[in-house]
């Protein structure tokens, strides 16, 4: 399989999502962040590995 990134995401530069994870709508990367699990929908997630550190905000 393959990870599956939906609609509206926001991947830092240098983040490195690792598996058969899905990235759901309206989820915010932080920069150089490695993601091991699936991230529900409109959250921010941040580190190594990355962990969810709130809602996420529109990025225009």
Do not use: D, H, R
């Amino acid at each position: 399989m393959y990870n599956s990134i939906k609609n509206n995401v926001f991947i830092g530069a240098g983040a490195t999502i690792l598996g058969n994870i899905t990235i759901n709508n309206g989820v915010n990367i932080a920069a150089s962040s490695v993601v091991t699990k699936s991230v529900e929908e409109g959250m921010t997630v941040a580190g190594i590995p990355a962990k969810v550190i709130g809602k996420a905000k529109k990025i225009q």
